[in-house]
């Protein structure tokens, strides 16, 4: 029941979940913001050894151990191109090697076998992992279909040591999971936030409504590590909006000008629809006329007009041929973000499985808590929610968790 529910082996949650498509870590910035974009994927991981050398062994290429070093996403390179010197040439910056986006601590991304628990997983997490990297089954009609794939991006694969393939295990596959069976976790499923210890002020990262928006590039990054958002608060310290790293991944990278240049406020207007208001593009321009950043200039007027995306700083592929072209791409922004700098809220009264079920209803890993007036009071996080079912493990027995 609920004890054998987190003994369960973490195979069980990679039943049907597709093979990480992955890229080099010798692959270049642009090469990733290429991937990214014709696979239409959130987050690219990234390995310590080249995966379009499929049919030798990672002894053979001359690596130890083919591994997952990390991953990167949209969110990643925005914030690498919103620098003064990238944003001042942001195509020589998109020839910059990967490994500069790869944070030197391992720990965000982790590896574990296919027969660990549940438990183990959730251990990882507690540890700082928001990836669990497990290996799959092999299957001939997989490694056939992936195979054309790499073909058609060579840089691009899902295979690994002798056509070894892997998928991710999430925050987000572990809090639904846990949600499908939460009647064994009664009653403290129902309990409020605020008697469970899980709502997280320390990482309550806020700005004004009027504060410059580069000054959110340090939280943005942060957020990103551990799974969060930057809320947006007024003068009276109440929640208006937020810059989400889920919002800024479904943007493209010209976004980078608009950060660079414009309010916290106002880029919540930039991101907030199917594309920017006119009238903040033309302040974008006008202010990055002023910095002298003309490339950058070029690249918010390719972007603004519908151009295609370029291709100079990878491969020769057409842009068509995964089906994920620059017009395919925002008609998915459109769709799946409509007002996204709308955050999410809870109160500290609300019990943890309406958190939850809040977080995966939007999925997002967490939830903003604010007061009565809708002052921010902390957030709460698919970590901290974990946190409550690890710590209580020791006192599971048949049926409710108490």
């Keep these: 029941m609920a004890v054998s529910l987190l003994r369960r082996q973490v195979s069980d949650l990679c039943l049907g979940k597709p093979a990480l498509k992955s890229l080099s870590i010798s692959s270049t910035i ?27 062994s990672a002894v053979d290429r001359g690596f130890k151990e083919c591994q997952c070093v990390g991953k990167v996403c949209m969110v990643n390179i925005i914030c690498f191109l919103c620098k003064e010197e990238n944003l001042s040439n942001p195509a020589t910056a998109l020839q910059t090697p990967l490994s500069v986006l790869i944070p030197k601590s391992p720990c965000l991304v982790r590896h574990l076998e296919p027969n660990a628990s549940l438990l183990d997983a959730i251990d990882l997490i507690q540890e700082g992992a928001q990836n669990l990297v497990i290996p799959l089954e092999s299957s001939s009609k997989t490694s056939s279909r992936k195979k054309l794939v790499q073909g058609t991006l060579s840089n691009i694969s899902t295979l690994h040591n002798n056509n070894r393939q892997y998928c991710w295990l999430t925050q987000e596959d572990i809090i639904r999971y846990l949600l499908n069976s939460i009647g064994l976790f009664c009653p403290t499923a129902a309990n409020p936030i605020n008697s469970l210890d899980i709502i997280d002020t320390r990482n309550k990262m806020a700005l004004h409504y009027d504060d410059p928006a580069s000054s959110a590039l340090p939280f943005i990054s942060r957020s990103l590590e551990i799974q969060a958002s930057v809320a947006i608060v007024d003068s009276d310290g109440k929640l208006v909006g937020e810059i989400s790293p889920f919002t800024l991944n479904y943007c493209d990278e010209d976004v980078a000008a608009a950060i660079a240049t414009l309010s916290a406020g106002d880029l919540l207007a930039y991101v907030d629809c199917g594309g920017p208001p006119e009238d903040l593009v033309q302040l974008v321009k006008k202010r990055l006329q002023e910095r002298n950043l003309e490339q ?3 690249l918010v007027e ?4 519908g151009a295609s995306i370029s291709t100079s700083y990878s491969s020769s592929s057409s842009d068509d041929e995964f089906g994920m072209g620059r017009s395919a791409r925002w008609m ?7 007002r996204r700098s709308e955050a999410i809220v809870c109160y500290p009264w609300s ?4 958190v939850m079920i809040q977080a995966l209803s939007r999925r997002v890993s967490y939830v903003w808590v604010v007061d009565d007036d809708g ?26 968790l108490n």
Excluded: P, Q
């Design 351 to 354: 019990s943890l499985v309406a």
């Design 302 to 305: 390719e972007y603004s007009s």
């Design 332 to 338: 998915g922004y459109s769709a799946r973000v409509v």
């Design 296 to 298: 950058a200039l070029e």
């Design 375 to 400: 002052t921010l009071a902390g957030i709460v996080s698919f970590a901290g929610m974990m946190k409550v079912f690890r710590e209580r493990s020791s006192t599971m027995g048949e049926g409710c």
């Design 30 to 56: 642009g090469d990733a913001l290429l991937a990214l974009k014709r696979l239409g994927e959130n987050f690219i991981s990234i390995w310590n050894c080249h995966h379009h050398h499929y049919n030798l």
